[in-house]
């Protein structure tokens, strides 16, 4: 397995890799269409890596550097990368895509330049929170009850791994 920059061809089966992964314990928004875009402002191919073997896509990771998902902020957080979303074919959880993608993210957000990179995972995700945590970041904040997901209240979770010390 190794993790590549994402290339416009590979739209469609990211696509299909978020449809496939997705579960309202992950995601506040309804699962998507298997023909969603992908690649939408801020993030474009050259803002996610995707964990491939054999050529074939098996997760990916957008990466966006926290001035470009919130312009008004400008050069003020430019030492800050955001994870904007992770997704694994469920196929292909458990075999170590998510650590490859997160090494990968490490890697990429210090050739940036970064400092730090965030990221926001609900509360009703607690496996991705341990992967998280396994790789260094720290829980940073609480929104409590910051959602109302099937029937119940979802806390919207704040991590971040601070490159300087990790």
Not at 71 to 89: D, E, K, L, N, W
Request: proline letters at 7%.
């Amino acid at each position: 397995m190794r993790v590549r920059t994402a290339v416009q061809g590979d739209e469609r089966e990211l696509a299909r890799i978020v449809h496939a992964a997705w579960s309202w314990e992950s995601s506040v928004f309804p699962r998507p269409p298997l023909d969603a875009p992908v690649f939408t402002e801020p993030v474009l191919p050259e803002n996610v890596l995707v964990a491939v073997e054999d050529a074939q896509p098996l997760g990916f990771a957008k990466l966006v550097p926290s001035s470009l998902a919130n312009p008004r902020i400008g050069s003020a957080a430019a030492h800050v990368q955001m994870i904007y979303g992770c997704s694994v074919a469920p196929q292909h959880q458990g075999r170590g895509v998510g650590t490859a993608l997160l090494r990968a993210i490490r890697r990429e957000s210090v050739a940036r330049g970064a400092r730090r990179v965030t990221l926001k995972v609900l509360g009703s995700n607690p496996r991705a929170q341990a992967l998280y945590r396994r790789h260094g970041y720290q829980v940073e904040g609480t929104l409590r009850g910051e959602f109302f997901l099937q029937g119940k209240y979802v806390d919207d979770v704040l991590m971040a791994l601070d490159l300087d010390t990790a």
